[in-house]
């Protein structure tokens, strides 16, 4: 007699299912999964009782999954096939719309002389309101905005902020006095948000103090009733200050001294999220770019967004840039390297030395239209016209590297608040300086790069103010005449035609001995 609960199959075998428990538990489990993935295999003819209702529902049950299944794939496909339509749909609106916004960001940058290169570049602003709407900029910087009389972006501005924004890295080309320093200041100030203890978040390096000063002024007025820590880094702070032990978010300086600092274990920049090279250029010079690399290494945080900010990069830089940046942007305002469009500029013939010293004279006492800045060769060249010039009767003051720190912040000072009527000086201002209203700059002594003369000519001409640039030349000039007359030319500036049927003559610091500029005998 077959035992009662086994099969056929099983007579003869006695299944411990005490020893099997587990294994029979698992074979029971998988017997249950079985049928819920395989409901068809139910069968219904089992002579257990089920009432009517109960078998229907069973009935349903089981072929529900079944039917159900169909069902539901049939309805769940027409929704997915209607959610995949409207998918598609919105995709292709989306693609349209992204279209749509890159030829209208291209027309706006065709308007605004911007251009760009990289991938996935932000739409510019078109006006400070973005700053708000898109970028949810805090009110104390609009307002601090208004008050300095910004009341719309420059083209540098519309095109650099939003890149730096978005978390890219940059480097720019725009004109000088176009506002490249509101450009990399604002992106940094609304993303760092609020002042912290946690260490310097971000630095902006210049390669000279007064610059490094001016950015430092500039920037405390950006963050005007805020507590934000904005630090110059001056002589006794690289010297003496314990970093760590003074709150700082952005440090503003010189590479000689942020260098000095990091060597003296004075300064940590591992935390700095935003590093700024302005006048990159010239940070990049031999002499200077050993100190900025040492700056580079050190901020050493791998999230950092590092930025290169001039009116003139030469394609040495670029490509030097490209080595430390990351999936960088591109942005040139108007040409590359090329001067102010706000500036008239002028060649004048002056025979030799002493005809400069003469011309300068006749056209002081025809007309003086101060501020007046005059730019020399070397130090000893502008104490030389300087001793000239103090006794006449203008108020005119000297500027360069010999002089100690507070005569120059007074130079500069007295030049800015119009107590100097002239100020004579080397290339330690040409760059970046922002006296506004300087009426004209004089190159007495020819610039010794294209560069330079491009800087030079630009501390006067700034923020769309018209400007004048007289460049005096000898005859030992002439072979450099070409290459200015190239800039002249490019900002619309007339040339006469011999200069421009000149051969270039290729422009390596152009710095010739020159007669002396005294009169007086030597004591
Ligand atoms: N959006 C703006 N509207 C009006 N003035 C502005 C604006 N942005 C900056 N400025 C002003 O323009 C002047 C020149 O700006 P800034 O010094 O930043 O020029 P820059 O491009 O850095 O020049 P450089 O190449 O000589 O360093 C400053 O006086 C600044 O206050």
Known sequence: MMEKDTSFLFSGITFNRKKFARDFSRFQEKEIDCTAEKPGLIDDGSSVMVPADKKRKRKAAVSDPVDGFSVFKSSKSKAVDKVEANNEENLLLGKKEYHRQLERDALFRKKHNIHVSGSNIPSPLQSFAELKSRHSCKSYLLRNLAELGFKEPTPIQRQAIPVLLSGRECFACAPTGSGKTFAFLCPILMKLERASKDGIRGVILCPTR?????????????????????????????????????PCDILISTPFRVQFAVRKRKLDLS???????????????????????????????????????????????????????????????????????????????????EGKLLALRQ?????????????????????????????????????????????????????????????VATDVIARGMDFKGVNCVINYDFPDSMAAYIHRIGRSGRAGRSGEAITLYTEADVPYLRNIANVMSASGCDVPAWVMSLAKKKWRKHRPQRDSISTKPEE
């Open 210 to 246: 007064e610059l490094a000063a001016q950015t430092a002024r500039e920037c405390k007025k950006l963050v005007k009733g805020k507590k934000f820590y904005i630090k110059l880094m001056t002589k006794q702070l690289a010297k003496s200050a314990d970093f760590s032990k003074q």
């Open 271 to 353: 935390k700095v999220e935003f590093l700024v090279l302005d006048e990159a250029d010239k940070l990049f010079e031999l002499g200077l770019v050993e100190q900025v690399d040492a700056v580079v290494k050190a901020c050493s945080n791998p999230s950092i967004l590092r930025s290169l900010f001039s009116a003139t990069l030469p394609d040495t830089v670029e490509e030097l840039a490209r080595t430390i940046m990351h999936d960088a942007v591109r942005i040139i305002i108007g040409r590359k390297n090329s001067a102010s469009e706000s500036i008239k500029q002028k060649l004048v013939f002056v025979g030799s030395e």
């Open 363 to 423: 056209s002081f006492s025809e007309s003086l239209n101060p501020p007046v800045l005059i730019f020399v060769q070397n130090k000893e060249r502008a104490k030389e016209l300087y001793n000239e010039l103090r006794y006449d009767d203008i108020r005119a003051d000297v500027i360069h590297a010999d002089l100690p720190e507070v005569q120059r912040e007074t130079a500069v000072d007295n030049f800015r608040s119009g107590k100097t009527w002239v100020l």
